[in-house]
């Protein structure tokens, strides 16, 4: 019987809640679980209290965007149903404002990134050659040392 691990179970389980809302037949498909696994384990899931529960990023998002426009009474009744305190929300909100405010020129371009992989080649390249010379001249190094050796101590015997 396979086993599987609380994150792969809680990742089944979020494309079966909203935002997303999957069908089951769908999911079992898609993560190769029997139809009857995944209804245990959203039933599970259910079972516990909802600030157990794990938010993933879309769902973080679209509960920002469902409460952006409620007043506090609103929001608040939202929460209490939802299991999520205000102040969650409102650090999802700036977490996704952060992101969103991070300008596109920060971000490597997929030609730089390219460049950037073709430089460290190079560079590793470089490096493993370097290492191969000086391990060359250690060994050399010794070796050269044993013959002075073996030749002092020929002319110390005679």
Not at 37 to 61: I, K, N
Not at 89 to 95: E, G, H, M, V, Y
Not at 109 to 126: A, G, N
Request: hydrophobic share 40%; proline share 4%; glycine share 6%.
């Amino acid at each position: 019987m396979a086993r599987y691990g609380q994150g792969f179970k809680d990742r089944a389980v979020a494309r079966l809640l909203p935002p997303q809302s999957a069908s089951v037949d769908e999911v079992a498909r898609e993560v190769g679980v029997g139809a009857q696994t995944l209804q245990r384990w959203l039933g599970d899931a259910l079972s516990r209290p909802a600030r157990e529960r794990a938010w993933t990023a879309p769902a973080r998002l679209e509960a920002v965007i469902t409460t952006a426009s409620m007043d506090e009474a609103a929001r608040g009744a939202w929460c209490r149903e939802h299991g999520v305190y205000p102040q969650q929300l409102a650090q999802w909100r700036d977490s996704a404002t952060q992101a969103l405010a991070q300008p596109e020129e920060a971000r490597a371009s997929p030609q730089q990134t390219r460049h950037d992989r073709r430089r460290i080649k190079e560079l590793e390249r470089e490096v493993h050659r370097k290492d191969r010379a000086l391990a060359e001249t250690a060994a050399l190094l010794v070796l050269s040392r044993k013959l002075e050796a073996v030749f002092n101590n020929k002319g110390e015997a005679e």
